[in-house]
T-cell receptor, first 117, second 111 residues
Framework: EAGVAQSPRYKIIEKRQSVAFWCNPI?????LYWYQQILGQGPKLLIQ????????DSQLPKDRFSAERLKGVDSTLKIQPAKLEDSAVYLC???????????????FGSGTRLTVV | QKEVEQNSGPLSVPEGAIASLNCTYS??????FFWYRQYSGKSPELIMS????GDKEDGRFTAQLNKASQYVSLLIRDSQPSDSATYLC???????????FGSGTQLTVLP
């Protein structure tokens, strides 16, 4: 099966600019996650979607970050305006089921490495 | 208190030895536990999952879970230089069942 697709792989922007990342999950995976991984740290959840609804966005800095999954398939994460501390790898992951039953691990995409200068 | 804690390392072992990686978690309601391997510059890759107390073996890898002690470990037997990576412990719990990751343990296997 095709994996989780993400683009772009790399992005360099200046602070206060905006940037958007795209993710297409594995076909049939209802749950989609965006994680932020700062160098030397573990991934931190930003937002979780179940189909096209938000399940958890408690750790998303909503003053500058937004995400959508309009048709329950692919998703876009946006940062506007970017800050230096947003430099990180943004990982998209998907799983068969995120809520209710099921104990599946995630499959991660290759990530987008963002550098804010 | 961090939700998922790992020794950051680095941990170095000689080739052929057993590498032991440890993880503790704070949420007693956690139900499933995962180990991911992350090579430098790459995304995390799932290598083991465990749900019940005891041991689970898969090739050279053994995951161990002790829910009473809130402790998960990963043993890598016959370590190879290709096992050199950061190992992330992840715990699934909470109402939304998302994974919470530790900060990872960097493992180096010396030839």
């Amino acid at each position: 099966e095709a994996g989780v697709a993400q683009s772009p792989r790399y992005k360099i922007i200046e602070k206060r600019q905006s940037v958007a990342f795209w993710c297409n999950p594995i076909s049939g995976h209802a749950t989609l996650y965006w994680y932020q991984q700062i160098l030397g740290q573990g991934p931190k959840l930003l937002i979780q979607f179940q189909n096209n609804g938000v399940v958890d966005d408690s750790q998303l800095p909503k003053d500058r970050f937004s995400a959508e999954r309009l048709k329950g398939v692919d998703s876009t994460l946006k940062i506007q305006p970017a800050k230096l501390e947003d430099s990180a790898v943004y990982l998209c992951a998907s799983s068969l089921s995120g809520t209710g039953g099921g104990f599946w691990g995630y499959t991660f995409g290759s990530g987008t490495r963002l550098t804010v200068v | 208190q961090k939700e998922v804690e790992q020794n950051s390392g680095p941990l170095s072992v000689p080739e052929g030895a057993i590498a032991s990686l440890n993880c503790t978690y704070s949420d007693r309601g956690s139900q499933s536990f995962f180990w991911y391997r992350q090579y430098s510059g790459k995304s995390p890759e799932l290598i083991m999952s465990i749900y019940s107390n005891g041991d689970k073996e898969d090739g050279r890898f053994t995951a161990q879970l002790n829910k009473a002690s809130q402790y998960v470990s990963l043993l890598i037997r016959d370590s190879q230089p290709s096992d050199s990576a950061t190992y992330l412990c992840a715990v699934r719990g909470g109402s939304a069942r998302q994974l919470t990751f530790g900060s990872g343990t960097q493992l180096t296997v010396l030839p």
